[in-house]
């Protein structure tokens, strides 16, 4: 791409619809294509479950903040993953980090108990563990950075190297680093992936899943393949729902942020807190990492190790006014969520630990907010 990001996302990638000329993207909602009078597709759509054109406009947009060969978008996070490991050989070896987002972990943990991959876990933000993990051959090796619920901070340039090394393809999840900080591709990544239900969109109006490929290799065309056999592409109202929060995406990410490293600032020594995980924070032990590729701020994801136990940090969580109790991130409100009520056994997540989604909201409100529910009455 041959312009900054923020004219690229603010103008949707320039694509002007040819039929009316309509600034706001279209919205092209249909099931199949007609064809034209030699019988040839006319456009290159044929049906909707293959490929449709407010999916192609979202992925075009995506492609060009990325800098990728192809993008693909589907119906949820958890369909890319899926189609993504799909794709893999049988009893592939996958090399995945032992906290990341629990549905992925679970996912890839009932694959390798059915036999069709083999899973090797290292500890996020441990070069040896990693390396170790990896061993002298892998299929492909998973990278969450910053990674849920803890924020640890996995070095992409170093994880390029060891995959690489061992013949394996690297995809990181960056979910809670959206290509205006993290440009995982140019740092090493052949894919990178993304829920678009979260920064992408930006407004918890629609789920979503992204791959972008830095060069297109066979095993591309087999993702592709998956997506339509599954029937899970995102279809045409959600793809405009991400395409209009993605107009936006350059300016949330700075609020975001800039709330959150508020909010880290206030809270790190509080009576309250035993710590605060955000990987802006000097103190966090992947800050220095964070800080060499996420360009352009932190984002708003963070934790509070809650003093107490359990029953403190539910507490806490359920008392607050402005932060909304609920799952998911990424959004223009503040989201706060117990860990270990959703993830339950599923993971040896800390039991006081409140995971915050930082919004865009006026900090002030947002603190005040954290202080009442962490000193109740
Ligand atoms: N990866 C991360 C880091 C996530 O936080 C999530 C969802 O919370 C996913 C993947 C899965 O995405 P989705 O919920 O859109 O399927």
């Known amino acids: 791409m041959d312009e900054k990001q923020d004219t690229w996302l603010a103008q949707a990638g320039h694509i002007i ?3 009316t000329g309509s600034v706001a993207p279209p919205i092209v909602s249909t099931a199949t294509f007609a064809r034209d009078a030699q019988y040839d597709m006319r456009n290159g759509y044929m049906y909707a479950r293959y490929s449709a054109p407010t999916t192609d406009h979202a992925e075009q947009i995506i492609k060009g903040i990325e800098g990728a060969e192809d993008t693909l978008l589907f119906n949820s996070g958890l369909s890319a993953v ?15 980090p032992e906290v990341m987002y629990f549905g992925v972990l679970v996912w890839m943990q009932r694959q390798a108990a059915k036999g069709t991959i083999t899973l090797s876990l290292y500890k996020p933000g441990d070069r040896a563990s990693l390396e170790r993990a ?11 950075t ?18 690489q090394a061992a013949s394996a393809s690297l995809a990181v999840d960056g979910t809670c680093a959206p290509p205006v900080t993290t440009q995982a591709l140019a740092l090493g990544a052949d894919y990178s992936f993304h829920s678009a239900t979260k920064y992408l969109n930006g407004h918890s109006d629609m789920t979503g899943g992204v791959l972008s490929v830095k060069a297109v290799r ?28 993605m107009r936006t995406l350059a300016i949330r990410w700075d609020a975001c942020s800039a709330n959150a490293m508020a909010i880290a600032a206030h809270f790190e020594n509080h009576a309250r807190v035993d710590r605060v995980l955000y990987p802006g924070l000097g103190s966090h032990s992947g800050h220095d990492v964070a800080a060499s590729q996420m360009t352009r701020g932190f984002g708003g994801m963070m934790s509070f190790l ?16 402005v932060f909304v109790p609920a799952t998911s991130l990424g959004g223009v409100e503040s989201l706060i ?41």
């Open 17 to 19: 619809d040819e039929t």
């Open 82 to 96: 899926v189609a993504l490991l799909e794709a893999l050989p049988m009893g592939a070896k996958v090399v995945a």
């Open 134 to 144: 990896v061993g002298d051959r892998a299929d492909l090796v998973w990278v969450e």
């Open 146 to 163: 910053p990674a849920n619920p803890d924020w640890s901070v996995t070095d992409i340039r170093h994880a390029a190297q060891v995959a």
């Open 218 to 245: 066979p095993e591309w065309e087999d993702i592709r393949e998956v997506r339509k056999l599954q029937g899970t592409i995102l279809p045409a109202f959600e793809a405009w729902l991400l395409i209009r929060g």
């Open 306 to 321: 809650v003093k107490g136990g359990f029953a403190d940090a539910l507490a806490m969580a359920s008392r607050t006014q």
């Open 337 to 377: 969520e117990h860990r270990k009520t959703v993830e339950g056994d599923a993971t040896d997540v800390a039991p006081n630990l409140v995971r915050l989604s930082v919004g865009i909201e006026d900090p002030i409100n947002l603190i005040e907010d954290l202080e009442k529910a962490l000193r109740p009455g």
